[in-house]
T-cell receptor, first 114, second 114 residues
Framework: AQTVTQSQPEMSVQEAETVTLSCTYD???????LFWYKQPPSRQMILVIR??????QNATENRFSVNFQKAAKSFSLKISDSQLGDTAMYFC???????????FGKGTSLLVTP | DAGVTQSPTHLIKTRGQQVTLRCSPK?????VSWYQQALGQGPQFIFQ???????QRGNFPDRFSGHQFPNYSSELNVNALLLGDSALYLC?????????????FGPGTRLTVT
């Protein structure tokens, strides 16, 4: 079974600053996908960024980037130039290439303050 | 493109009753997954439908059943509702492309069991 651990239940960052959210996972699979999803109070789950395990290059989407350490089974999300609209729950998720279900962590609540 | 749509938005049921939730996938997507998200938790995978058949199932009792129609839309049925079934139910549609995998979530249905 795969498990996803997000060790930071809550985090706070000031507007325009940079924040990093942590995620570790446990799996015996060699091929898989990792995701970060954002869930604002509106509850719509929005894909932030995706990483294929076979790619060594870290994924980047505008202000969002990941630090993927396959050997350490670590997948952190860095948000640069934080904006008030980034306030939300952030979920890390794992999907093996051999399966179809997303395994989610418990989430990190991020608050961006003025 | 309307994206993934779900109905109804909110639902209140009494313990012991039955409920049906509906999902329409994003255009071009042929796979639908259902997730249960309890308050303050990450989503938990219920099952996934592909080509009108249940392809994978999570750790949920048989009270939870589903269906996929030829137009790829899907229903989630829950029988003999328990208070613990109160949650946000998320539908996600997905597809594999030549280059990667994409999955998008709907806005969810909030089910309250009294």
């Amino acid at each position: 079974a795969q498990t996803v651990t997000q060790s930071q239940p809550e985090m706070s960052v000031q507007e325009a600053e940079t924040v990093t959210l942590s995620c570790t996972y446990d799996t015996s699979e060699s091929n898989y996908y990792l995701f970060w999803y954002k869930q604002p109070p509106s509850r719509q789950m929005i894909l932030v960024i995706r990483q294929e395990a076979y790619k060594q290059q870290n994924a980047t989407e505008n202000r969002f980037s990941v630090n993927f350490q396959k050997a350490a089974k670590s997948f952190s999300l860095k948000i640069s130039d934080s904006q008030l609209g980034d306030t939300a729950m952030y979920f890390c998720a794992f999907m093996p290439n051999s399966g179809y279900a997303l395994n989610f962590g418990k989430g990190t609540s991020l608050l961006v303050t003025p | 493109d309307a994206g993934v749509t779900q109905s109804p938005t909110h639902l209140i049921k009494t313990r012991g009753q039955q409920v049906t939730l509906r999902c329409s996938p994003k255009s071009g997507h042929d796979t639908v997954s259902w997730y249960q998200q309890a308050l303050g938790q990450g989503p938990q995978f219920i099952f996934q439908y592909y080509e009108e058949e249940e392809r994978q199932r999570g750790n949920f009792p048989d009270r939870f059943s589903g269906h996929q129609f030829p137009n790829y839309s899907s229903e989630l049925n829950v029988n003999a509702l328990l208070l613990g079934d109160s949650a946000l139910y998320l539908c996600a549609s997905s597809r594999w492309t030549a280059r990667s995998y994409e999955q998008y979530f709907g806005p969810g249905t909030r089910l309250t069991v009294t």
